[in-house]
């Protein structure tokens, strides 16, 4: 089974600060996708970013860059320039290759931004 | 395009009765997979559907189920509620092709189970 892992419940950064996000996982599949998902305190679930495992290039996404390291099964989440309305959970995803949408999250990260 | 909704937003049912929640996917889009999130649990998918067919299960008890519709709206339905199923479940849609796909969210239904 595929398992995503978080280690950080909380993390916060100043306003125009850079922070990193960690995420492990594990699996047995070579071919897979990793995201970001964000969730604000509305509840609905915004895609940060998302990351094909047989691509090496690390996805940017404006402010919102990852590295996925293969090898180590790490995929961690850098926003630069952090502002408030980053203030959020942050969710890392896995789903595996296929005709299918079952997708495995960690636990989360609870991102405070301050002033 | 309008978004994935859900209704109700909030629901409150008493242990032992059921429920039925409903999502409607984008236009478009063939494929609704729901997930629950609760504080102590996270976020754990629960089923998916596509044209009208169950195509993946997650390791929920035979208490939840579901369905699709020819016009990909979706409902899950919980009987005999636990306490447990207090939670917030979010639906999430895509066209279905394939599993690179992005999966988009509804704003979720919260249910309380007193």
């Known amino acids: 089974a595929q398992t995503v892992t978080q280690s950080q419940p909380e993390m916060s950064v100043q306003e125009a600060e850079t922070v990193t996000l960690s995420c492990t996982y594990d699996t047995s599949e070579s071919d897979y996708y990793l995201f970001w998902y964000k969730q604000p305190p509305s509840r609905q679930m915004i895609l940060v970013i998302r990351q094909e495992a047989y691509k090496q290039q690390n996805a940017t996404e404006n402010r919102f860059s990852v590295n996925f390291q293969k090898a180590a099964k790490s995929f961690s989440l850098k926003i630069s320039d952090s502002q408030l309305g980053d203030a959020a959970m942050y969710f890392c995803a896995y789903r595996r290759r296929g005709n299918n949408n079952d997708m495995r999250f960690g636990a989360g990260t609870r991102l405070t931004v301050k002033p | 395009k309008a978004g994935v909704t859900q209704t109700p937003r909030y629901l409150i049912k008493t242990r032992g009765q059921q429920v039925t929640l409903s999502c409607s996917p984008i236009?478009?889009?063939?494929?609704v997979s729901w997930y629950q999130q609760t504080p102590g649990q996270g976020l754990q998918f629960l089923f998916e559907?596509?044209?009208?067919?169950?195509?993946n299960k997650g390791n929920f008890p035979g208490r939840f189920s579901g369905r699709q519709f020819s016009n990909s709206r979706s409902e899950m339905n919980v009987s005999t509620l636990e306490l447990g199923d207090s939670a917030l479940y979010l639906c999430?849609?895509?066209?279905?092709?394939?599993?690179?796909?992005?999966?988009?969210f509804g704003p979720g239904t919260r249910l309380l189970v007193l």
């Open positions: 236009s478009g889009h063939r494929s």
């Open positions: 999430a849609s895509t066209t279905g092709g394939n599993s690179q796909e992005t999966q988009y």
């Open positions: 559907y596509f044209s009208e067919t169950q195509r």
